[in-house]
Antibody, heavy 118, light 107 residues
């Protein structure tokens, strides 16, 4: 069974940094693109970033470029999102998800809440 | 970025009804269109991929169609568990973009 467990969310001050993690199990992690999606409180879903299986390609939504970095450790079946210079509008539940060539974004983690506030 | 416009933004319906939700893309996206269902406090769930393919385990009352810029999700015979928010997602080009969502409520 595919399982994705998100963690690392916290309350952080504007301008601060945070690192989110997602541990995967139940599938060959190193063979899949992985994605981060976020959802601000009471709002819709926003695709944030994704990363190729070997980590050699990464894509971001414009609003996080230069501030967020997606990475992975295939030996530890782990996906990360390093978030710097956080702003109030980054406040959201962040979900990691598996991204397949045919089906697209499919299996999702449970989400982790990031709150940016002073 | 490709804009995905969903309509309606909210919808009231009764158990047993047939409902349709539309998603329009600002440019052609081929077949890279998925539909998701999300219930409060839960992660989204994939319902449909590649415009019209039913994800494994999803009831057959869900169906979808469309092409290039206009896409439709249909639910035949609404069940109580179908009341949720639905999103489309284009995976044709980066950044991927979601529709703003359609909240389906019980009448």
């Amino acid at each position: 069974e595919v399982q994705l467990v998100d963690s690392g969310g916290a309350l952080v001050q504007p301008g601060g940094s945070l690192r989110l993690s997602c541990v995967a199990s139940g599938f060959p992690f190193s063979s899949y693109w992985m994605t981060w999606v976020r959802q601000a409180p009471g709002k819709g879903l926003e695709w944030v970033a994704n990363i190729k299986p070997d980590g050699s390609e990464k894509f971001y939504v414009d609003s996080v470029k230069g501030r967020f970095t997606i990475s992975r450790d295939n030996a530890k079946n782990s996906l990360f999102l390093e978030m710097n210079n956080l702003r109030a509008d980054d406040t959201a539940v962040y979900y990691c998800a598996r991204d397949t060539a045919v089906v697209g974004v499919e299996s999702w983690g449970q989400g982790t809440l990031v709150t940016v506030s002073s | 970025a490709i804009q995905m416009t969903q309509s309606p933004s909210s919808l009231s319906a009764s158990v047993g009804d047939r409902v349709t939700i539309t998603c329009r893309a600002s440019q052609g996206i081929g077949s890279d269109l998925n539909w998701y269902q999300q219930k409060p406090g839960k992660a989204p769930k994939l319902l449909i991929y590649e415009i019209s393919s039913l994800q494994r385990g999803v009831p057959s009352r869900f169906s979808a169609s469309g092409s290039e810029t206009e896409f439709i999700l249909t639910i035949h015979g609404l069940q109580p568990e179908d009341f949720a928010t639905y999103y489309c997602l284009q995976g044709y080009t980066y950044p991927y973009t979601f529709g703003q969502g359609t909240k389906l409520e019980i009448k």
